[in-house]
């Protein structure tokens, strides 16, 4: 597809695709190391796309600052596992082919008095060079990795480790400001005097840290796996049943109940429920004492959960701008509909064809029908009898930047519809009343078109385009068949086209063939 069409708006509002232009190829295999104060972890991103896909994830519990408090050191028994977890993850890059990886380490390799020396170690024992940072460039990766989620965002990102915790606000696509703090609960469980010396200390940090950030009302973005374990939590407790952290939401009044939850429940047996580690789990109240002052020093309007921080700042680091500036919703649906279509390119002739249906429908409707589209066949090789779910399930629980939970949901039963009319009877029903009525209907409604529209292929030839027409005022609708598509017009098609009258409630439906 040449420049004009792009420039004129064929593309429009989504742009051509940019995943096999060079610089986007450069990206298929990134690989970072993240050296933390509790864990080490390795991941390589297939990173083409606007939305990472994992190509490989392996963490290690260190425990590297664990003590720093009295001793100074990094811990013994930590350095011994992680310069273990750093020869297995060189020679797993050697293995992958990967030209580079990228290793950083944050608050426990700086503040140590041994962490130049075993920096040096590291580097001598695995030939891969390690990048120690400071606090204010851990807020911006930080703070990045959130952009890679949620492009244009605006907030404070509060990103927490096991020695630190790290403020940086961003707006329009940039940040900001940014601090950092001793914070983590590593530390905070080495001071002396009880909970009230705690409390007291987190007081005065984060009063600091408040005179340093100014007001910030907007949206907090939590960063880091104590914050995940306390949105696990808080999912327990309200019997949440979409189990995916990334883009979970709460507010104030929900923190707070859930941090009185927490204090009433036997540790173990809640750990066990929520699927928390016990290495994880005794860091959580430490990191509830931050989060509840946290919450009520800035109290931010909403409260955002984010997968992505450091690591994930470390690919939109080497994203190039064209590629930071598309939505990774649709980035990634056409990323998945190359790879696995039948008739890759599909999704935009079929985007086109159902957007009628939807005349009132805004920029952020409109991103939701076309990753739909997108996605309406790339799970064409699961046995016909499970196709419906699968397709359901991979929607709401794919690893997707730019979705709202109930955009999950809704664009999941959108999938399901493309192959199942009736959605009563499956295990997700729990999840379908994140939906209101009108939702539902919108998303079957988008669903019973792509799989109507999915028999006319001949739509991606321009003189024998099918087209709808749908009238809501007067509950008319109209398919008109070209020359071309009218031969593809079966007892089957016509069936699938009531059936989608049918959902729109259209008092009349008619076919109009063109010459």
């Known amino acids: 597809m040449d420049g004009d069409e792009d420039t004129h708006g064929h593309w429009s509002p989504f742009g051509r695709p940019l995943f096999n232009d060079p610089e986007a190829r450069a990206l298929s295999r990134v690989g970072v190391v993240d050296i933390g104060s509790n864990s080490v972890r390795m991941v390589v991103f297939d990173g083409a796309a606007r939305s990472p896909a994992y190509f490989f994830n392996e963490k290690v519990l260190c425990g590297l600052g664990a003590g720093m408090n009295e001793t100074g050191h990094l811990n013994p ?10 020869r297995r993850f060189g020679k797993l890059a050697e293995g992958m082919g990967l030209e580079d990886l990228t290793v950083v380490a944050t608050a426990a390799m700086r503040d ?18 390690v990048w120690v940072i400071d606090g204010t460039e851990e807020a911006r990766l930080s703070a990045q990795g959130v952009l890679l989620g949620w492009p244009g965002s605006y907030g404070l ?30 530390k905070l469980k080495d001071i002396d005097g009880g909970r009230k010396a705690r409390e007291k200390h987190i007081r005065a940090e984060i009063d600091r840290l408040v005179a340093h950030m100014g007001t ?31 883009e979970y939401r709460m507010d104030a009044e929900s923190v707070r109940e859930t941090l009185a939850f927490l204090e009433g429940q036997d540790p173990d047996a809640l750990r066990k429920r929520c699927g928390i580690s016990s290495t994880r789990m005794a860091l959580v109240p430490y990191a509830a004492e931050v989060l509840a ?18 690591r994930e700042g470390l690919l939109y680091e080497q994203m190039p701008q064209v590629l930071r500036d598309r939505d990774p919703l649709v980035e990634a649906c056409r990323f998945a509909e190359a790879k696995d279509a039948r008739n890759p390119g599909f999704g935009r002739d079929l985007y086109d064809f159902v957007l009628p249906l939807f005349p009132d429908s805004g920029p952020a409707r409109r991103r939701l029908i076309k990753a739909a589209c997108l996605l309406h066949d790339v799970s064409w090789r699961a046995h016909p009898d499970y196709r419906a779910e699968i397709c359901f399930d991979n929607a709401t629980r794919a ?20 192959y199942r009319n009736k959605r009563e009877g499956t295990r997700f029903e729990d999840l379908f009343a994140m939906l209101d009525a009108a939702h539902q209907q919108e998303a079957e409604v988008l669903g019973k078109a792509m799989r109507f ?23 008319t609708l109209t398919l008109h068949l070209g020359s071309e598509s009218h031969v593809l017009y079966n007892e089957v098609a016509e069936s699938r086209f009531k059936s989608l009258a049918d959902s729109l409630k259209a008092d009349s439906w008619k076919i109009a063939a063109e010459a």
């Not at 028994?77 to 750093?86: I, T």
């Not at 002052?293 to 450091?310: H, K, L, N, R």
């Open 216 to 246: 910030q009302r907007d949206r907090l973005f939590l960063v880091g796996g104590s914050w995940r374990s306390i949105a696990k939590i808080d999912m327990e407790r309200r019997g949440y049943p979409l189990h995916v952290l990334h």
């Open 293 to 310: 002052q946290v919450v009520e020093a800035f109290q931010p309007q909403d409260i955002a959960v984010s997968s992505y921080g450091i």
């Open 77 to 86: 028994e930590g350095r011994d596992r992680a310069l273990k977890a750093m």
């Open 453 to 475: 529209g999915a028999m006319l292929w001949t739509l991606r030839d321009v003189d024998g385009r099918a087209r709808l027409d749908w009238q809501p005022e007067q509950a």
């Open 112 to 129: 140590a008095q041994d962490g130049p020396e075993f920096r040096r170690q590291l580097e001598s024992e695995t030939g891969l060079k």
């Open 399 to 418: 690893n997707l930047g730019g979705l709202k939970h109930w955009e999950r949901v809704w664009l999941g039963m959108a999938l399901m519809h493309r």
């Open 157 to 186: 990102v509060c990103d927490i480790g096991g020695s630190s915790m790290e403020l940086a606000e961003i707006s329009g696509g940039s940040v900001g400001r940014r601090i950092t703090s001793a914070l983590g609960p590593l």
